[in-house]
């Protein structure tokens, strides 16, 4: 027992007290980033990041073996995850309660990378009201080939949209190839509601323009236009969190974006860890908490009424 011990501590390296093991493991291959590096970047992030992050269930993707290893996308925490990372029990639909981890520090993100953690997923709600989302997220996902330039139109087409039913969006790069729009809500609202409007959000847009848009998952109909996918929006599902890394090549990082910068964007997954250490939340205007309510279920069937 003392002698794994003295191993352990012979090449864990200490990040926002968490014991990192093989910290010097190369994770991304190009970028040449380590497991230490993804550990630090999480404990430098930690205060922009827990913002939005912060008692959330989550749901980790762990490639423990970097990038061209195996990947896991884990909802429950398992045997030999840190303390750090928080537990809460949650009823699920069978009615089995299950664990779910979620953090309020930066050792909890760090925690998590010592696990293998590479991309933090969240719930649109937090852990002391799991039946009221506080976020809604529209993840606008291209067809492959469709030209970033589209994608950001159709983000401003959204926020517009949304606008004009009385609710004001911010957006963010999702370090990947799309756009989210996301809604701060009140808690006044259970899910059944949420995913009926940005369901029917969804549907408005993709019927004013048929040629652009679809609401459907089908990847088929999708050829040269953009699905509004709406279904971010249940209990229990998850969006990449605000400057989550991604596994994906290039080391880019899900970033928040200023309305007014996103014009000038060319990519979605073009932010490094380094540069979302520089700019932050800088810029990006987050609406306060918005109500669904009578008033914009009423503007979204006037919409409809006048397609
Ligand atoms: P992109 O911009 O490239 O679309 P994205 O983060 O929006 O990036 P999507 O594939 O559109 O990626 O979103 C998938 C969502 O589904 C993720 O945000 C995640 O929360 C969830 N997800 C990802 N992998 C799994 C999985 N294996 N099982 C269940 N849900 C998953
Ligand atoms: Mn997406
Ligand atoms: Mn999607």
């Known amino acids: 027992r003392v002698e794994r011990e003295v191993a352990m501590s012979d090449d864990a390296e200490k990040i926002a007290g968490i014991a990192v093991s093989s910290a010097d493991r190369v994770i991304f291959d190009k970028s040449k980033l380590t497991k230490g590096d993804v550990a630090r970047y999480y404990e430098a992030i930690a205060p922009a990041m827990l913002e939005e992050t912060a008692d959330r269930p989550l749901s980790l993707l762990r490639l423990p073996e970097g990038l061209e290893g195996e990947r896991f996308f884990q909802k429950h925490p398992g045997k030999g995850f840190p303390d750090a990372l928080k537990i809460v029990e949650i009823t699920e639909k069978d009615g089995d309660a299950e664990p ?56 401003f087409d959204l926020r517009d949209r949304l606008a004009d039913l009385g609710l004001e969006s911010w957006a963010m790069l999702s370090g990947g190839k799309g756009i989210h729009v996301v809604v701060p809500l009140r808690r006044t609202v259970g899910w059944d509601t949420a995913k009926l409007f940005c369901r029917g959000v969804a549907s408005l847009i993709a019927e004013a323009e048929p040629m652009r848009f679809l609401s459907e998952m089908s990847k088929a109909k999708r050829k040269n236009k953009i699905f509004i996918d709406w279904l971010r929006n249940e209990r229990g599902s998850t969006a990449i969190a605000p400057f989550s890394l991604r596994a994906r090549p290039g080391a880019g990082v899900a970033m928040p974006i200023a309305w007014d910068a996103l014009g000038g964007v060319r990519k979605a997954n073009a932010t490094s860890t380094k540069q979302a250490l520089e700019h932050g939340w800088q810029g990006v205007d987050r609406p306060a908490p918005q109500t669904l309510g009578a008033s914009v279920t009423e503007a979204l069937e006037r919409a409809f009424a006048a397609l």
């Open 100 to 155: 779910y981890a979620y953090v309020t520090d930066a050792a909890g993100l760090v925690g998590a990378v010592q696990m293998g953690t590479i991309e933090f997923h969240i719930w649109g709600a937090r852990r002391d009201r799991l039946d009221r989302p506080d976020r809604l997220v529209f993840d606008l996902d291209p067809d492959e080939g469709l030209k970033f330039a589209e994608v950001k139109s159709a983000a």
